[in-house]
Nanobody
């Protein structure tokens, strides 16, 4: 069974940092493009960061540039989203996704995790 499991969410104060993890089972992530998405209450799901299969190309939403960093550790079959200088508007459920053919900030990925809650509040 192909599965993605996110972890690392939680409550953090504005200006703080979190690192989200996404671990795959049933397939190897180094053959897949990866995306991180988020969905806040009452809003559509939006892409925040993505990485190509090779890891050589990344892209970020404007809201994430200079604050978020996507990376992967193929030995651990895990991808990460390092989030710094968090703001209340970053509060959302964060999802990772994988696709064998594509990568990008659009929601056209084949596999999705169940999400992890990130809350930024004082």
């Amino acid at each position: 069974q192909l599965q993605l499991v996110e972890s690392g969410g939680g409550l953090v104060q504005p200006g703080g940092s979190l690192r989200l993890s996404c671990t795959a089972s049933g397939f190897t992530l180094d053959s897949y493009g990866i995306g991180w998405f988020r969905q806040a209450p009452g809003k559509e799901r939006e892409g925040v960061a993505c990485m190509s299969r090779s890891g050589g190309n990344t892209n970020y939403a404007d809201s994430a540039k200079d604050r978020f960093t996507i990376s992967r550790d193929n030995a651990k079959n895990t991808v990460y989203l390092q989030m710094n200088n968090l703001k209340p508007e970053d509060t959302a459920i964060y999802y990772c996704a994988a696709d064998a053919l594509n990568y990008g900030l659009g929601p056209y990925y084949d596999y999705w995790g169940q999400g992890t809650q990130v809350t930024v509040s004082s």
